[in-house]
């Protein structure tokens, strides 16, 4: 059956403009030494996503547009599907390494997806050092989330290299893309209630609004037992971060072990997510330091959160919110950094509360979609980011993955670098994935805001040293 996008799902495709590409990427290292031969080819990458598709039905899904831009588009099985499109082949001058991997990463997501197929590609990378193989993927917004991404990829690798995929229930044939006039009918039936409905959700919003005025006028003396509020809309400080961003993208991958993470958790405090938030307010700082930037107030990060229910698991599409965390860069120890986090993600918390992720999606939903696309390519034409504060300076997203070793096509993953979306006023995006043991963190970053990003990667790495030494003399 046809299934129509939500308004959350639809807004990443509104707002997508030619420089701000809205697809969420990945990239798979992997060792062919266990796989068939000993090799893994474009071909057999091919071969064997077409052999696991029924386990992963949105990859088999395009978009159908609603006449007259009325309602939402809907998601249709795509009749002319082509693995073949999807799966593509890139090589490196061997022997790549990191650097040369990301710099072909950073051109796959400088580039937006077709949206008359499945939105969704993945690149088959050969010429790596000691004859290691990358899959470089992306997939567009709409269709997943962190939490949602996680589960495809789960579905289609192996957790043996021999392991074969379980039989689909029957051979897929596609179902008839519904008719243009039926879909019409269905936007005009829900477009006499919207008028009812914008109502009833904008007073949900002034509500959840005055809920939040209410917490940070209550959080604005922190107390025993009171969390300081969280950053306000348009705070944040103006730095080489931010501003109007181009087409092109620059990328780094790192990684840390998680037991290192775990550590510095278990000895100073917080959560995992604490600890990454830390360590990302540790990097920035040296990082805007060696850039000669004032660092006299702290940056503010936006953090997605899942709000995906247990029912709502291997459901495509988004369910997250948001939440804002300041960065204290301000701060020169790095254990009161820490501290500084934890308590400002509690205040976080508290306010996203009280804002709720259901009123945000709620007013996603019936916000018109043209007005949507309109203003953001207003907004990207007269490079609006230049003119005023951003709302935040860089999102910092931490999604946790299998413990477990995993395979593909018979070859074993090394290593998952996830990569998020880079935004108009915000040119730096850095997203972390745990996967047996090892933390692995993509930065994607705006190429003329940021064409040195692997410096960030790079402090990232001793700003979680600095935490871990920290605590052990502590």
């Known amino acids: 059956m046809p299934t129509r996008l939500s308004g959350l799902d639809a807004f990443f495709l509104y707002l997508e403009t030619p420089t701000m590409h809205l697809h969420v990427g990945s990239v798979l290292l992997l060792d062919p030494a266990t796989a068939p031969g000993g090799t893994v080819t474009r071909d057999d990458v091919a071969a064997y996503v077409a052999a696991r598709l029924h386990l992963a039905p949105p990859f088999r899904r395009r978009l159908a547009p609603v006449?007259?831009?009325?309602?939402?588009?809907?998601?249709?099985?795509?009749a002319d599907f082509d693995v073949d499109f999807h799966v593509r082949r890139a090589s490196l001058p061997p022997p790549g390494g990191r650097a040369e991997l990301a710099e072909v990463t950073g051109d796959v997501m400088s580039r937006g997806i077709d949206r008359s197929r499945p939105?969704?590609?993945?690149?088959?990378?050969?010429?790596?050092?000691?004859?290691r193989v990358a899959l470089v993927t992306k997939t567009h917004h709409a269709a997943v989330d962190g939490i949602s991404g996680v589960e495809l990829a789960t579905a289609l690798l192996q957790r043996e290299p021999d392991a074969s995929p379980p039989p689909p229930?029957?051979?897929?044939?596609?179902?008839?893309?519904?008719?243009?006039l039926l879909l019409l009918l269905q936007a005009g039936a829900?477009?006499?209630?919207?008028?009812w409905e914008a109502v009833r959700v904008g007073r949900?919003?002034?509500d959840a609004l005055a809920d939040v005025l209410?917490?940070?006028?209550?959080g604005g003396e922190p107390g025993p037992g009171r969390s300081p509020p969280p950053p306000a809309p348009f705070g944040a400080p103006m730095t080489v971060l931010n501003g109007a961003i181009g087409p092109h993208r620059r990328v780094a991958l790192t990684q840390i072990p998680l037991a290192r993470v775990k550590d510095v958790k278990n000895r100073l405090g917080g959560t995992v997510n604490d600890v990454v938030l830390a360590a990302a307010a540790g990097a920035l700082r040296r990082f805007l330091a060696a850039r000669g930037e004032r660092l006299d107030r702290p940056l503010v990060a936006m953090v997605p959160i899942s709000v995906r229910r247990r029912d709502q698991r291997g459901a495509p599409g988004n369910h997250l919110s948001v939440m804002l965390v300041a960065l204290p860069v301000d701060e020169a120890d790095p254990v009161i950094r820490l501290r500084r986090v934890r308590t400002g993600t509690s205040g976080a918390k508290e306010q996203h509360g009280a804002l709720g992720a259901h009123t945000l999606q709620q007013i996603a939903e019936i916000a018109p979609g043209a007005l949507q696309s309109l203003a953001a390519r207003l907004y990207t034409r007269t490079r609006g980011a230049d003119r005023h504060r951003p709302i935040w300076n860089v999102v910092v997203s931490n999604v946790p993955g299998p413990r477990s070793r995993l395979y593909c096509a018979g070859a074993r993953l090394e290593a998952m670098y996830p990569l998020g979306p880079v935004h108009e006023m915000c040119g730096l995006n850095v997203t972390l994935f745990s996967y047996a043991g090892t933390v692995h963190v993509g930065l994607n970053a705006d190429r003329d805001l940021l064409p040195d990003v692997e410096a960030v990667a790079d402090a990232f790495v001793d700003a979680v040293e600095e935490l871990a030494e920290a605590g052990e003399c502590g």
């Open 67 to 78: 006449p007259l831009r009325l309602d939402h588009p809907v998601w249709v099985e795509d």
């Open 119 to 131: 939105l969704w590609e993945l690149y088959v990378v050969d010429g790596l050092a000691d004859g």
């Open 169 to 180: 229930e029957r051979v897929w044939e596609p179902e008839p893309a519904p008719p243009e």
């Open 190 to 195: 829900k477009l006499v209630t919207r008028p």
């Open 204 to 206: 949900q919003a002034l």
């Open 214 to 218: 209410r917490l940070r006028e209550d």
